[in-house]
């Protein structure tokens, strides 16, 4: 540390340690944590083009929503870039300045977002009782005024708190219990009083936090006795109908901080530090990402908005609903597009099941890409299992990739047209890598067969060529299998609907749009899959049935549970992937009417995103040496950190 100054400051750097407790968790917790940073970050950016060039929405109303949207970037861009920097590259480090930059920025937009939740009740409150006279009360200048305000008297209350953190004596620690420099979690560091500190922070929260509730408070009252006077039933429910976005993002936004501030101050030993760190990461990640959701799906004028923004692509899918197709050619087709519905009966929440999906689709990409890289680094995962993880991670990038942006792009841009020649290439790569991966699976089965039963000649069976032949005839057999579909789909008769109720080309789902009989597809179709998938799952079956046999051979309960851990990750893997593969299998060639079609959908989807989420995850806990790697990869972090002390 460096030697003492005259203000008693004993530290150049802070360590922020992260989540404590949870350290060796720290990878997987930063998947949710930046899943949810990123809908935030691409919520209120679209919040704000959406507002920014819709005129009807250049309303009061609206443009304190912007304010709340500027206000959340800020929040969470001051906060969870470092976050990621610790959880991902192990980055504890930051100088003294940068952490008093950080809490002055964050303890500032805090209490800017409070305050323009106080504005939006206020907006409320004239809209609902004042209706005749808004726009002559809320005028532009007003309204800039009224955010001016609320942002100085935050900023000019919080500019102390450096002052008085920097004031005090540092002579224990420097490692911060957090994954952002907190104004308690620096002071409580400091050996000299910090009365001044927790009585001043107490009265700034309690002046803006006070006010602003009480103004809330105060504001919903009137509403509410406005809106009970109103006559009808419901002009009542359409006026206080008005208000329920703004109610939902209070509760977001109150309610995490209130747990923050009396953890803080008053919870002492009540409450597990994991606990109290994650609930305050929360606190600056759920109002950003949860505001541009709740005001999107309560909102009408935004949904309008946002619907208006599709206005071409309707029209588009308008004109190619008509019988404007192609004239019948030699071949019978008849359709120059298809159209993908998304998910049939749940259209109107697309957006929303976006969300998710986004998610699981980047956490898959992340990992995957993550993996690829530990393997492709480290010498000492240069072995048989890896080579075939890594021939798993590619083809579920392949696999995710083929399908989900035109999945994104039904979601959120009602982009639902397919060209023929598209959608047969679309359909290709899709069911080659399906069939790819429950090759890569049975291959990964062999390949715990040959080390479990024959350990010492292992390295000497398997061998770099065997492993590019294997790879390759297992791709081939898919490639070639798979080969006729576009051929015999091409050739089919399509005189009705150019609708398909997926959002992606799947085979059965294009086969099933013909007039013509579909019974060579239908047999062709069920005998490929039987050919691949039988003949995987048999060679899985026989070489877990060759390893039980193995395992329960071995003298101590010790060697047999060691070995057969081994296997864990690779069951699990199989189970994520021929579980919703074998529900989607069975529920277009038998399920009829039995299966609701958004269940059978979001399956298909699901088919091709849990398995390419999950292996990283799956391989990432269960193998020691994939952990080890992990960890040797941020040896030269965690050297610079010990240094730091």
Known sequence: MASSNETGQMFLRFILSGIPGLEHAHIWISFPFFSMYLIAMVGNCGLLYIIWTEEALHRPMYYFLCMLSVTDIILGTSTMPKAFCIFWLNLKEMDFRSCLVQMYVVHTFTGMESGILMLMALDRFVAICYPLRYTTILTNPIIVKAGLVTFLRVAVLILPFPFLVRRLQYCGTNVIAHTFCDHMAVVRLACSSIRVDAIYGLAVALLIGGFDISCITVSYFMILRAVVGLSSKEARSKAFGTCTAHI???????????????????????????????????????????????????????????????????????????????????????????????????????????FPFFSMYLIAMVGNCGLLYVIWTEEALHRPMYYFLCMLSVTDIVMGTSTMPKAFCIFWLNLKEMDFSSCLVQMYVVHTFTGMESGILMLMALDRFVAI?????????????????????????????????????????????????????????????????????????????????????????????????????????????????????????????????????????????????????????????????????????????????????????????????
């Open 453 to 645: 039963c024959y350990p010492l000649r292992y390295t000497t069976i398997l061998t770099n060529p065997i492993i590019i032949k294997a790879g390759l005839v297992t791709f081939l057999r898919g490639a070639v299998l798979i080969l006729p579909f576009p051929f015999l789909v091409r050739r089919l008769q399509y005189c009705g609907t150019n609708v398909i109720a997926h959002t992606y080309c799947d085979h059965m789902a294009v086969v099933k749009l013909a007039c013509s009989s579909i019974r060579v597809d239908a047999v062709y179709g069920l005998a490929v899959a039987l050919l691949i998938g039988g003949f995987d799952i048999s060679c899985i079956t026989v070489s877990y049935f060759m390893i039980l046999r193995a395992v329960v051979g071995l003298s101590s309960k010790e060697a047999r549970s060691k070995a057969f851990g081994t296997c864990t990750a690779h069951i699990c893997a199989i189970t994520v992937s021929y579980t919703p593969a074998f529900f989607t299998f069975f529920a277009h060639r038998f399920g009829g009417h039995n299966v609701a079609p958004h269940v059978h959908i979001i399956m298909a989807n699901l088919y091709l995103l849990l398995p390419p989420l999950m292996n990283p995850i799956v391989y990432g806990v269960k193998t020691k040496e994939i952990r080890e790697s992990v960890f040797r990869l941020f040896l030269k972090e965690k050297t610079l950190i010990v240094h730091g002390h």
């Open 248 to 354: 939902c993002a209070i509760t977001v936004s109150y309610t995490p901080a209130f747990f923050t501030f009396f953890a803080h101050r008053f919870g002492g030993h009540n409450v597990a530090p994991h606990v109290h760190i994650i609930m305050a990461n929360l606190y600056l990640l759920l109002p950003p990402m949860m505001n541009p959701i709740v005001y999107g799906v309560k909102t009408k004028e935004i949904r309008e908005s946002v619907v208006s923004f599709n206005s071409l692509g309707r029209s588009v899918e308008h004109v190619l609903h008509e019988p404007s197709m192609a004239s019948s050619n030699e071949t019978g087709q008849m359709f120059f597009w298809f159209i993908l519905s998304g998910i049939p009966g749940l259209e109107h929440a697309h957006v929303w099941i976006s």
